[in-house]
């Protein structure tokens, strides 16, 4: 009968000697460098140190950064479960973002707001489908400088329902004899969250596309 040495229990494997990559140093590397020629250099023609110390100086910054990168890597690590659960509480939600398209929320209406950088004698809002054909219009009148929210319900005035898909806002607004640039935020619908299995950035799954969340100017 063959007898199988048992190397799992008994006497212990020989200790594994770690090793370093050829030409490489570290910091105790370089340490013990310079007791050793502290300790063998001839005292009457000592060595100049003025260099080893300056790259002692150098590897200890360097390793305070080494140091701090890690501790970085472990909160953003920690702090990825629970963005990602601040994300996924989002479902179901309304966020505002900067776009001139707008796209039907829950019950079917589009709403949004615009940025009048001066006073406006005139505005018109106008909802314009894929075709380009103006499905809905408004005349808001007169409209002091600032934040103007505006919304449509997407149907025609017997109730039946006029619009379904994303429309674009056209804002025409005047002031002083002159066109007025105004900015643009529609409400898109947040319907769930995309978490990539590489460690990538989470998106939100919105009427509009995939959105980070740092896209969000406010949340309904």
Do not use: C
Request: proline share 5%; net charge negative; aromatic share 4%.
């Amino acid at each position: 009968m063959t007898t199988i040495p048992n190397t799992t229990y008994g006497a212990s494997a020989p200790p594994k000697m770690e090793t370093k990559p050829a030409g490489s140093m570290d910091q105790s590397d370089f340490l013990r460098l310079m007791t050793t020629q502290l300790t063998t250099q001839d005292p009457f023609n000592p060595v100049d140190n003025t260099q080893m110390v300056a790259q002692m100086a150098q590897f200890s910054q360097l390793a305070g950064i080494s140091e701090m990168n890690k501790s970085l890597a472990g909160i953003a690590e920690a702090l990825s479960p629970s963005r990602l659960n601040d994300a996924a509480s989002w479902i179901g939600r309304s966020m505002l973002v900067d776009s001139e398209v707008a796209t039907p929320l829950r019950d079917g209406s589009y709403a949004g707001e615009i940025a009048l950088p001066k006073d406006a004698d005139e505005v018109t809002i106008s909802y314009i489908d894929e075709k380009g054909a103006v499905v809905h219009s408004e005349a808001l009148g007169a409209k002091d400088a600032g934040t103007l929210s505006f919304a449509w319900d997407g149907k025609a005035a017997d109730g039946s329902v006029k619009a379904t898909g994303p429309l674009r806002i056209l804002v025409n607004a005047h002031g002083g004899g002159e066109a007025i640039s105004a900015g643009t935020a529609t409400w898109t619908g947040i319907a769930g969250i995309q978490s990539p299995a590489n460690g990538g950035a989470t998106k939100l799954v919105t009427g509009l596309g995939l959105l980070s969340p740092d896209a969000a100017i406010r949340l309904s």
